[in-house]
C-alpha cells in the first residue's frame, strides 16, 4: 500500500494528515469543553491609587501654610499609590493591555521616586542643604523632575486620546498641574502653586470618576448609581 494511500472504515475516510467525517457514518465522540478562566479588571484600583496620590498631594499643596511636613504624601505615594499602581501595572501587562500597563508601571515608578525625594535616607535635600537651610538649587531639581514628568504624561495623554472622556481628562488636568508646579519650583510664585493644586484635584476626580464607573456595575449597586464610561471616539475610527 502506498504512503498517500486512503482506507474507508465504519464511515471514517483517514489518510496520514487529515481524519474527515463521511456525512453518513456515525457521529464523533464529544469532547469536553476547556475551562473557561476569567479574570478581574485591575484599572480600577490604579486610578483609585493615582487619584488618591494626586489629591493628598495637591490639599496639602494648597494648605502648604498648614501643613508643612510632605511626610502624608510620602505615605500615600509609596504605601498606595507605587506599590498598587505597579501591580496594576504587571497585571495589565499579563492581560495583554500594553498602554494601561505602561502608564500605571511609569506611574507607580513615579510616585516610588516621589516618596524618596523627601526620605532622609536617600539625602537629596541633606545635598542641597546649607547650614542648615535648603538651598534653591534643591527647588530648581525638583522643578526639572516635574518638568520631565510633564512631559512623560503629556505622551500618555495623546496615546489616550480614543479612550474615555474621564481618562483624557485625568491626564490633560495633570499635564496642567504638573506644569504650574514645575514652574512654582523654578520661581516660588504662590499663585502657581495655588493653581497647580487646584488643578491637581479637578484630575483627581476625573481618575475616580474612571475608577468608579468600571468597577460600579449591574451585579454591585444600584442602576442610577453607577456611571457611563463616556468614550470619547469609537474604536474604528
Known amino acids: 500500500m502506498s504512503s498517500n494511500s486512503i482506507t474507508e472504515k465504519e464511515g471514517v ?7 474527515t467525517v463521511a ?8 469532547q469536553m469543553q476547556p475551562y473557561q478562566r476569567t479574570f478581574g479588571n485591575p484599572a480600577p484600583l490604579g486610578m483609585l491609587a493615582y487619584g488618591t496620590v494626586f489629591l493628598c498631594s495637591s490639599i496639602l499643596t494648597l494648605a502648604s501654610k498648614n501643613v508643612g511636613s510632605p511626610s502624608l504624601v510620602m ?9 498598587s499602581q505597579t501591580l496594576v501595572g504587571m497585571w495589565e501587562m499579563f492581560l495583554g493591555n500594553t498602554f494601561s500597563a505602561t502608564v500605571f508601571t511609569t506611574y507607580g515608578g513615579f ?5 524618596a525625594l523627601y526620605l532622609p535616607q536617600i539625602g537629596l535635600a541633606a545635598a542641597y542643604t546649607v547650614d542648615g537651610v535648603v538651598g534653591q538649587e534643591f527647588y530648581n531639581a525638583i522643578g526639572i523632575y516635574l518638568a520631565i514628568w510633564d512631559l512623560i504624561t503629556f505622551v500618555f495623554l495623546l496615546g489616550a486620546i ?3 472622556a474621564p481618562i ?10 504638573l506644569t504650574c508646579l514645575s514652574a512654582n519650583a523654578f520661581t516660588g510664585n504662590p499663585h502657581l502653586a495655588t493653581a497647580g493644586g487646584a488643578l491637581g484635584i479637578i484630575a483627581s476626580f476625573g481618575a475616580y470618576y474612571g475608577a468608579l464607573s ?14 457611563p464610561l463616556l468614550v470619547t471616539a469609537p474604536s474604528n475610527v
Open 168 to 177: 483624557v481628562a485625568t491626564l490633560g488636568f495633570t499635564v496642567c498641574a
Open 162 to 164: 480614543r479612550t474615555t
Open 111 to 115: 510616585n516610588f521616586s516621589y516618596g
Open 13 to 19: 475516510k483517514d489518510n496520514y494528515y487529515v481524519q
Open 75 to 83: 505615605v500615600f505615594a509609596t504605601f498606595y499609590g507605587g506599590i
Open 214 to 227: 468600571l468597577f460600579w456595575t449591574q451585579q454591585t449597586t444600584l442602576s442610577f448609581i453607577r456611571l
Open 23 to 30: 456525512m453518513d457514518g456515525p457521529a464523533p465522540p464529544t
